[in-house]
């Protein structure tokens, strides 16, 4: 059993930053590829960027690519969004997810745990 906690959301103007962590109990987290999804109102709940357990390989939506930055810290369990010239399309509820069981990791039924998302609000 894994369980997931996000942290970091918030409200933030159209050009900032904020970063998001995700913390995860149980011993399997530093041997497993990660993501992270988000879902705005009305909306599918889509892939935003994923890393490998060595933290080398990443995966990036186009949407994001450039802008967010995904790392990790397996000796504390910890997995990062960075993310940077924060756009009002950003808005979303932002999950984390994990393990993923394929690589390119963005199908969200690949992934076996969830947390339960932390609000990321971009006003204009």
């Known amino acids: 059993q894994v369980q997931l906690v996000e942290s970091g959301g918030g409200l933030v103007q159209a050009g900032g930053s904020l970063r998001l962590s995700c913390t995860a109990s149980g011993r399997t987290f530093s041997r497993s590829d990660m993501g992270w999804f988000r879902q705005a109102p009305g909306m599918e709940r889509e892939f935003v960027a994923a890393i490998g357990w060595t933290g080398t390989a990443t995966y990036y939506a186009d949407s994001v690519k450039g802008r967010f930055t995904i790392s990790r810290e397996n000796a504390i369990n910890t997995m990062y969004l960075q993310m940077n010239s924060l756009k009002p399309e950003d808005t979303a509820v932002y999950y984390c997810?994990?393990?993923?069981?394929?690589?390119?990791?963005?199908?969200?039924?690949?992934?076996?745990?969830w947390g339960q998302g932390t609000q990321v609000t971009v006003s204009s």
């Open positions: 997810a994990g393990p993923v069981k394929r690589w390119p990791p963005t199908n969200s039924y690949d992934y076996d745990y």
